[in-house]
Nanobody, 119 residues
Framework: QVQLVESGGGLVQAGGSLRLSCTAS????????MGWYRQAPGKQRELVAT???????NYADSVKGRFTISRDNAKNTVYLQMNSLKPEDTAVYYC?????????????WGQGTQVTVSS
């Protein structure tokens, strides 16, 4: 099976920075798209950023110019560098990876990491 472990969340003041990491382990053949999503209290989970295996990147309008997604294929890891954080960025952040194990593809979610931005 495949396990995802997230790290890097925490409490930061507005204008500060955090870097999230999500590492996959297990019987992985390859990883296609990697992404970050977030869910604030009382709101639906929303896309933050995605990156494909070829490096194509997509950002939510709300984070463009402030967040940067990247991946290290050798480490099966996706990162989210978050700069100029705002209180409205407060949410639980989840990574999502599209993983191939032999001939089967599935989407896997991380356990979530809390990001809190104080004003």
């Amino acid at each position: 099976q495949v396990q995802l472990v997230e790290s890097g969340g925490g409490l930061v003041q507005a204008g500060g920075s955090l870097r999230l990491s999500c590492t996959a382990s297990g019987s992985i053949s390859s990883i296609n798209a990697m992404g970050w999503y977030r869910q604030a209290p009382g709101k639906q989970r929303e896309l933050v950023a995605t990156i494909t295996s070829t490096g194509s990147i997509n950002y939510a309008d709300s984070v463009k110019g402030r967040f940067t997604i990247s991946r290290d294929n050798a480490k099966n890891t996706v990162y989210l560098q978050m700069n100029s954080l705002k209180p409205e960025d407060t949410a639980v952040y989840y990574c999502n990876l599209n993983v191939r194990v032999l001939i089967t593809r599935n989407n896997y979610w991380g356990q979530g990491t809390q990001v809190t931005v104080s004003s």
